[in-house]
């Protein structure tokens, strides 16, 4: 059933033209060797060293059409490339936001038949330049499942240590205690914004209304970019809660909030700033770009909270604080509507 | 977007008409609760106790309509139930086949959103009841994801412990080691068979022609039974080489010869003992049960080599013997067609 490569380049092969053992011939060499790792891909399962006794774990799955699209109305693909670096970066970031560092990742696809081979070959190349580009050195695919479906379907467990440390948890806020986020909230839902948009090239880039900005906010969208080395700093620093802002900033806030029984108070005059580089976007769509600063998540910044007087590590900025009371967020003082993803009521 | 639950029985409720939180708060009572772990769900991520320093860890996913059908042509109905069992069984089994002991599952559910709820709530009954009566002590669901999808799609990855002791792979086959088995090779097989044909009732249940034994193959197929106190026996009992039939014996025979650089030779007197049971349900469908026993997966039980002189557990059969030379598996020192289950190329 194979045909010969030769005559059929990659970009043509589909899955269904490969028996699963030829598939993954061409993946393995494209993903990250991993290392520190006691047993690799090729048994039934792996074996990971746990120095410190503990193992972090946690999964993520994208879908097809609900999680990325791979072709819009407007014209944008989304390669196999942003799909591969998107499943390791949402995965990073769980074990990120526990203060943690990411060992290992199991990758499980499921393909349809007619899947090209060169799709699946981007997606092994998207996921090993996220490892390699985000920092999480020596993290590596150490096995997988491969099967068909009727759409594509990506789920990847991810396993981490803590070295040593303690955890931070959702739920070790304490009144008093200083908010901060790192990264860039909102920028991800300004690119899935433009991404949605009909002013879109035919060709699915940005169309020179959105210019250089709208590349970077739809950049964001299809390759956050975790900032992997300061879920380990804010735990050595002291943080006291922390968890990664994928749903939403408000969404994500209430969780704390819920899990460690306190109030968040955010300042909106703190978070402007986040919203300042959105303007230009929102402008051209006619929307409030504070709507994506407190409701859109995907950016997998970091949201944490700090005891007083601690200092920040550098990327921290702070935004609110933790006040005591019913587990709500706030708005300098004034309640916040829930905004942000729910996979089913939305 | 909710409705009463009291006008509205879960049986009736679809996962649309709940928030992801509503649908997790119906789930987690259902799971079993997870023992000697540092952190379980509810966070980031989880984190595992790995008190020898390691951790074991593997990845399996089911598809609707390719690993099982919701309602089949002759109206069989496949239930959260039995789905949910599969789920955990054939992830328990790559820890057995390793020789290890699961200590957690995440779980990652893709659900069209007109799933019924009540479908979900069974999947995760099956679940926590293959834990339990496969005798998976102290597993427990430490984490998951939940999101829509255009099918059903569950994931789940498993970890677990060696105890200790050293982790048995596939490459440590020698001349001169004998080849054992465990479990009903086949039965599973011969239960899909019985599974796809026509003559079923219409309520799904195999009709009289088929009779108890039909009941028990399907059962087989539907909820595999991973001999789990066998893996951790073998390894105690010096095994050399082993992994789970998942995929039909010729085939992962295969996999162990390939590993380990050594022929297998099955003894074709010693198999004809799995044929035997299921001779009736051959006969009926006009098929070579021998077919079954060399070709089918699923029933996950272990096939393990062990030096000369071993003494097998209970439970192990003798049906072979690793020779030297090329890396082939061989029925009576005659070549074996290749049988059994490649997902993109059959």
């Known amino acids: 059933m194979s045909q010969s490569p030769s005559l059929d380049p990659s970009h043509r092969l589909r899955v269904v033209d490969l028996s699963e053992a030829d598939l993954l011939a061409r993946l393995f060499p494209r993903l990250p060797v991993p290392e520190g790792v006691l047993l ?15 193992t972090v774990i946690s999964i993520d799955t994208l879908v097809e059409d609900h999680d990325f699209r791979l072709e819009r109305p407007n014209g944008h693909r989304t390669t196999g490339y942003d799909v591969g670096w998107k499943c390791a970066a949402q995965n990073l970031s769980d074990i990120n936001a526990m203060g943690g560092r990411a060992t290992s990742l199991v990758v499980s696809l499921t393909l349809p038949p007619t899947t090209p081979v060169g799709w699946v070959e981007a997606f092994a190349d998207g996921l090993t330049a996220a490892i390699r580009e985000l920092g999480a050195a020596g993290c590596g695919v150490v096995g997988g499942d491969l099967g068909a479906g009727a759409q594509l379907v990506v789920t990847a467990a991810v396993t981490g240590t803590l070295d040593g440390r303690e955890a931070v948890l959702r739920s070790g806020a304490k009144a008093g205690h200083t908010v901060a986020v790192t990264g860039t909230p909102g920028r991800a839902a300004a690119g899935l914004a433009l991404l949605e948009d009909k002013r879109l090239l035919e060709d699915g880039r940005p169309s020179r209304d959105f210019g250089a900005v709208g590349e970077e906010l739809v950049a964001a969208q299809l390759r956050p970019r975790p900032p992997l080395a300061l879920g ?66 995907e950016d997998h910044g970091l949201l944490a909270t700090f005891p007083q007087g601690a200092l920040l590590p550098d990327g921290f900025t702070a935004v609110g604080s933790v006040v005591p009371g019913e587990p709500l967020v706030t708005l300098a003082s004034q309640a916040a509507a829930l905004r942000g993803w729910d996979h089913f009521a939305h």
């Open 232 to 297: 380990p700093a804010a735990a050595v620093a002291g943080a006291s809660a922390m968890l990664d802002i994928s749903d939403g900033l408000i969404r994500d806030a209430g969780r704390i909030a819920t899990a460690s029984g306190v109030g968040l108070d955010l300042d909106p005059e703190a978070l402007r700033q986040y919203a300042a580089p959105l303007e230009e976007a929102a402008a051209l769509l006619g929307v409030d770009a504070m709507e994506w600063v407190l409701g859109g998540g």
């Open 40 to 54: 690799g891909p090729g048994d039934d399962a792996a074996i990971l060293a746990a120095p410190d006794g503990r």
